[in-house]
C-alpha cells in the first residue's frame, strides 16, 4: 500500500474539501476515497468534493510507501470552514 496526497480545486468554498492524505494501494483506488473517509460505498457528499464522475481532476503525488500495519482510508483531511 502507498501513501498519497490528494489535492482538488474544482469543488471550492466553506465546507469543501481541498485535500487529503490517504492510503491506498492504487492511484486510481486513492482518487475513490472521499477526503470524510465515507464507509457507505452509495454516499459521497458531491458539495464537499469532486462527484465520482469528476475524479480526473483530483491531482494525485505518491508520498511514500505504507507500513503493512495501516489500514486503507483516510490519515489526514482538510476542510475549508470559512
Do not use: F
Not at 16 to 42: C, F, M, R
Request: net charge negative.
Amino acid at each position: 500500500m502507498n501513501i498519497y496526497l490528494l489535492k482538488q480545486d474544482l469543488i471550492t468554498g466553506k465546507d469543501t474539501y481541498n485535500s487529503a492524505i490517504v492510503i491506498a494501494d492504487t492511484i486510481e483506488e486513492a482518487k475513490s476515497i472521499h477526503p470524510a473517509n465515507y464507509t457507505d460505498k452509495n454516499y459521497w457528499c458531491e458539495y464537499t468534493w469532486p462527484s465520482r464522475d469528476q475524479l480526473d481532476h483530483i491531482k494525485v503525488i505518491q508520498l511514500g510507501i505504507a507500513y503493512a500495519h495501516l489500514k486503507k482510508g483516510v490519515v489526514l483531511s482538510s476542510l475549508n470552514i470559512d
